[in-house]
């Protein structure tokens, strides 16, 4: 008989020891969705185990994820009003600026605090930035996404997030940044943001949906993966720190090929519409939630992913804690 490797050889330990892919609640981000007004705690209907914020109740929750080994926090904001050119999202008393503050001061550097920097949760019209018209018009928005990073910075942000998708956006972000004395807040880029369905689920939690038309003109088409090295490419000559790919699931194949072209950590954001479907589909006991959580989120580490924002971020410490996965 031929003396060949069979993987029957291996035990569980020795399976576990030559796992090809680590995973670490460092790797974890949470989103946490930030609201106006006074103790609120409340489910989001269209994700089902996350909720709507106000700012003198979140710390109590994020302690918790703390304990678990999840320290890393993406906020999100729903103001209490909104305009044409998205006023709230660089007021000194905005809903995010005031969670920034409450959560560094409940936590200072135990808990890392990143923003996302776009337009559509404050804007009437839900677009991603300033309109000309019925066409945001890119660099008037790049002034106004400078001023809500250096606001967010100002407030104590450790890391902010363009998700806006406008051209230049991170360039003009780092020159803003430095020239307020932020050269110490670094820039997570949403480099590679797909004009994606998937999306469906947050724009219900974050009440972002645009009034008309859709975000094709700004983010990216989905039959496009070289688009995307030249996304994440001129984000790195633009001073991005760490580069992102969105979604996750569907776009493994993007995580793969950026991984391959750049070098600089890579996240990936596994959204609203993948977390969703897990969820719903293991309501209606079509799959096991837990293993189809782990499995995918392997797959997107697997593909090439340093950093995973995930709505399941609590539960993957959880298994990686248990050594279910990692
Ligand atoms: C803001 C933004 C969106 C998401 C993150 N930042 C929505 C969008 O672009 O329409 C989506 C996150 C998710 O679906 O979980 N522009």
Redesign the pocket.
Known sequence: MQNRPRRLRYTPDIRKMCRETRLSPDALIL?IFLQDGDNIREEIPSLEGQYHYSVDRVCADLEQFMKNGVNKFIL?GLPAHKDECGSQSFAEDGIVQRGIREIKKQFGADALVLT?V?M??YTSHGH?GILDGTYVNNDKTLEYLAKIAVSHAAAGADMVAP??MMDGRVGAMRTALDAAGFENVSIMA?SV?YA?A??????DA?G??PSFGD?KTY?MDYHNVREGIKEALTDVEEGADILMV??ALSYLDVIAKVKAATNLPLAA?????E?AMIKNAARHGLIDEHNVMCESAVSIFRAGADILIT?YANELADAIRKGEIG
């Open positions: 989103p999100f996302d776009c559509c949760e991603c998700s806006d949403y943001k994606s998937f999306y469906g689920p947050f724009r974050a972002s949906a975000r983010q969105k979604p954001y596994s959204v609203s519409g977390y709505y």
